[in-house]
């Protein structure tokens, strides 16, 4: 078995944002969950985070084409392939 930072269905590649980013090698289609960003290494919600190979490589836009939910997954709305993945960058606070 052989260990894939990223899905299949991306690849990191030159990006007009910020030097490099995440791009589609196929169509992806809305809601699909595409992994998670970052882990919390003690548990508490935000606490300490590690970033995945996803969250290191995913660039901001003010109008991205996929949302982070609080728990860290992308979730994704209709990207094309070869279309570069963004998000909006912000973080939550559990109460």
């Given at each position: 078995?052989?260990?894939?930072?990223?899905?299949?269905?991306?690849?990191v590649k030159k990006?007009?944002?910020?030097?490099?980013?995440?791009?589609?090698?196929?169509?992806?289609?809305e809601g699909k969950k595409i992994g998670v960003?970052?882990?919390?290494?003690h548990g508490e919600i935000w606490d300490e985070l590690m970033r995945t190979p996803l969250g290191?490589?995913?660039?901001?836009?003010?109008?991205p084409n996929c949302v982070i939910d609080k728990t860290s997954e992308?979730?994704?709305w209709?990207?094309?392939?070869g279309e570069e993945l963004t998000v909006k960058y912000q973080?939550?606070?559990?109460?």
């Open positions: 078995m052989t260990y894939r930072p990223l899905p299949r269905y991306l690849t990006s007009k944002i910020d030097h490099i980013g995440l791009f589609a090698t196929k169509k992806i289609k960003t970052h882990y919390d290494l290191g490589f995913i660039n901001h836009s003010n109008e992308v979730l994704a209709v990207i094309k392939s973080t939550y606070k559990v109460d």
